[in-house]
């Protein structure tokens, strides 16, 4: 029963190009959790999405940033013409359901901007 | 907003003794849950432990246990018998009533060094 699924592991991208970032959930999870760990911080919660919708995405930046979760296929999360800023840890967690239920996470993706 | 403090950035622990990591939080709801999170170097997010506010009973997992203080709004994590493989980062984290979805609060962290 393999576990969520990121990748890539280590991405490098130079500053204006984009970014593309994938989570494949834990089999029959249907909701997704992208948080983004800034060097020497805790992780900030960005979007919450279930299959094909977006249920709370307080934690995104107005700007460059947006998440998907379609029907088939894995989340993406997308950083457009990105920034030194942008580079962080991106975590992805599923969960079964809303409530009451653990979220796992995925190992991860790092992101360095040059 | 909720917030989610951890005074700590840093423990050291002699191995088999026991430690423990500190972290108060602030919210005004009656319902919630209160995480602790290991990551070692691979970064994986491991949960150590768990715990509902409306159970008064501290949350025990083996070696792990907490020490829940609601109206203190605190939520400390004890570490027995320290062993290598418990080297690594510490979270504490915060979830809203699980009716809003799983979205966790963290804290910024303790880094806990064990000692041979």
């Known amino acids: 029963n393999a576990g969520v699924m990121q990748n890539p592991r280590h991405l490098v991208r130079r500053r204006g190009q984009e970014a593309r970032l994938r989570c494949s959930p834990m089999?029959?999870?249907?909701?997704v959790y992208w948080y983004r760990q800034l060097p020497e911080e805790g992780l900030k919660f960005m979007v919450y999405l279930q299959k094909e919708n977006i249920i709370d995405e307080s934690g995104m930046p107005k700007e460059r940033f947006s998440a998907e979760f379609p029907k088939e296929g894995p989340s993406i999360l997308r950083i457009q013409q990105v920034v030194r800023g942008d580079s962080a840890a991106y975590f992805c967690?599923?969960?079964?359901?809303?409530?009451?239920?653990?979220?796992?996470f995925g190992q991860g993706t790092r992101l360095t901007v040059v | 907003a909720q917030t989610v403090t951890q005074s700590q950035p840093e423990m050291s622990v002699q191995e088999a003794e026991t430690v423990t990591l500190s972290c108060t939080y602030d919210?005004?709801?009656?319902?919630?849950?209160l995480f602790w999170y290991k990551q070692p170097p691979s970064r994986q997010m491991i949960l150590v432990i768990r715990q509902e506010a409306y159970k008064q009973q501290n949350a025990t997992e083996n070696r792990f246990s907490v020490n829940f203080q609601k109206a203190a709004k605190s939520f400390s994590l004890k570490i027995s018998d320290s062993q290598l493989g418990d080297a690594a980062m510490y979270f504490c984290a915060y979830c809203r009533d699980m009716e809003y979805g799983n979205k966790l609060v963290f804290g910024a962290g303790t880094i806990l060094r064990v000692k041979s």
């Open positions: 967690a599923s969960s079964l359901t809303a409530q009451n239920t653990e979220a796992f």
């Open positions: 919210t005004s709801e009656s319902d919630y849950y």
């Open positions: 089999k029959g999870h249907s909701h």
